[in-house]
């Protein structure tokens, strides 16, 4: 029998494409209402942290070095009152093979796909997880296809998702190229059913605890070199894997003091998925188009429930702006010598003015640095946003207006941190979770106690949320 291949009909059959394409039955962890066992979850559908060690380390992923930033700390003490002036430390993730963080999630979800049976591997990501996957999918002897949206509907790509369709190629990936729009997970669903390979999500419990070793690996380097856990880990964020993994790994690892700090820049006023603001972002992932909405509601990821739950974790979240960090990211190759691509840099760009806040003998960790080159590069950013009308000047970085300009600062004084309102986005995950999960009448105490836990608050400030529904 032919099967219905219209849009309609294949969205109508996600689950049954879903369960086939990881071999999670969902189902088996939720509740009926809005909570799921979160933790049972993460338990019986991943992998322990030993076996992720030894995973990863038979292709050459983790123990990437942890690296201090003397001199750029020695710039933030210029700046910083008094005593103050934390010290900076970076996770070198672009030592990784495939240049990121991304390649920890990427091991763990190739190596599940081969012992489990499957002839290849897909993943839908404009960003540094596809040539991770494709990476990691020869090193096992799988096919791997990726899907990237990197056009507008004038065929114009951004030139730091090409450079990843390069790289990706380079690995003996299969690219397939989509404009902008609703058809990505139409054409993801297609290629799932079609082939039978396994969905290589970001959003797995596997992906997800592969990014554990990364905080763990810290607290052991610190620990090794320091003698005491980090006092902060800044995570640039972006879906919330990369965050809500290094937290758990600081938690196995037991360094309950270490505060957990997002970073993302800002590109309020932009829509991720319109044709007209594509091309107007210098930033492809580590932005609010993507950080604020998956933390807000993650599930609405590609797979039924998100592993990945940010405010769990999360104790502050900070934004800051295009041009600081293009310009933390020259400072990094002029100060320090390490030529980094910039989206790695947010996280960089929020420790140093954070550094600033903080004693002299305190210290925080940038949590990932990835690889840079060809369309990643700053320069050719740059060029192309001049080149879609998009202003690049110095100035006030507060002037920067997301698709309009690009302000660099015109001293490293002038950097800036945004504090994003946590509790805001508590709020709107408690009414996201009423609303998309259809629950009418009263919330059940079972479910209150799920959305403390998933707020990283107490079942009087959830009651407080729903009281005002």
């Not at 930033?69 to 070198?92: C, E, H, Q, S």
């Not at 190596?111 to 993943?123: L, P, T």
């Not at 004038?154 to 190629?169: D, H, S």
């Not at 001293?411 to 259809?438: M, Q, T, W």
Request: net charge negative.
């Amino acid at each position: 029998m032919t099967l219905d291949m219209s849009y309609e009909a294949v969205m109508g059959r996600k689950n049954e494409i879903m369960k086939k394409a990881i071999g999670i039955d969902y189902t088996g962890f939720e509740s009926g209402g809005i909570s799921f066992d979160y933790e049972r979850m993460m338990k019986e559908a991943g992998y322990s942290l030993e076996e992720i060690q030894d995973i990863q380390g038979e292709t050459g992923v983790g123990n990437t070095p942890l690296l201090e930033m003397k001199n750029i700390t020695a710039l933030a003490r210029k700046y910083a009152p008094k005593g103050k002036g934390a010290r900076i430390f970076v996770k070198d993730e672009a030592a990784n093979p495939s240049g990121s963080f991304k390649a920890r999630r990427a091991a763990t979800a190739v190596y599940h796909a081969k012992k489990h049976g499957y002839k290849g591997v897909i993943a839908a990501t404009s960003g540094n997880y596809g040539a991770a996957v494709a990476s990691q999918a020869a090193m096992h002897g799988l096919e791997c296809i990726i899907i990237q949206e990197c056009y507008d509907s004038r065929m114009i790509g951004q030139p730091e998702i090409l450079e990843k369709q390069r790289a990706c190629e380079a690995y003996g990936a299969e690219v397939v190229q989509l404009t902008v729009g609703p058809e990505l997970f139409y054409t993801f669903l297609c290629l799932l059913e079609e082939t039978g390979y396994f969905n290589a999500s970001l959003y797995t419990p596997f992906g997800i605890a592969g990014v554990e070793t990364l905080g763990y690996e810290i607290a052991q380097q610190f620990r090794d070199r320091i003698g005491s856990d980090p006092d902060a880990v800044v995570v640039t964020n972006a879906g919330g894997g990369n965050l809500t993994g290094t937290a758990r790994g600081l938690i196995k690892a037991k360094s309950e003091g270490t505060r957990i700090i997002g970073a993302s820049v800002d590109l309020s006023g932009l829509h991720m998925a319109s044709d007209h603001d594509f091309n107007r972002k210098s930033f492809t992932t580590g932005h609010t188009g993507f950080g604020i909405p998956f933390a807000t509601w993650p599930d609405r990821a590609d797979v039924p429930r998100n592993a990945a739950r940010p405010l769990r974790y999360m104790d502050r979240y900070l934004l800051v702006k295009q041009g600081e960090v293009f310009y933390m990211t020259e400072a990094l190759a002029v100060l320090e010598g390490l030529e980094r691509g910039p989206a790695g840099n947010t996280s960089l760009t929020a420790a140093f003015v954070l550094a600033q806040e903080m004693d002299m003998d305190q210290t925080i960790v940038v949590q990932e640095t990835e690889y840079t080159g060809a369309g990643k590069h700053p320069m050719p950013q740059i060029s192309f946003a001049k080149q879609n009308g998009v202003e690049v000047l110095f100035g006030d970085p507060d002037s920067e207006v997301p698709g309009k300009n690009i302000v660099f600062p015109d001293d490293p004084g002038s950097i800036k941190l945004r504090e994003f309102d946590l509790e805001k986005a508590r709020r709107s995950y408690i009414r996201n979770s009423v609303a998309k999960c259809g629950v009418t009448g009263e919330v059940s105490a079972e479910d209150v106690s799920f959305l403390a836990a998933e707020t990283k608050t107490d079942e009087g400030f959830v009651r407080s949320v729903l009281a005002n529904l």
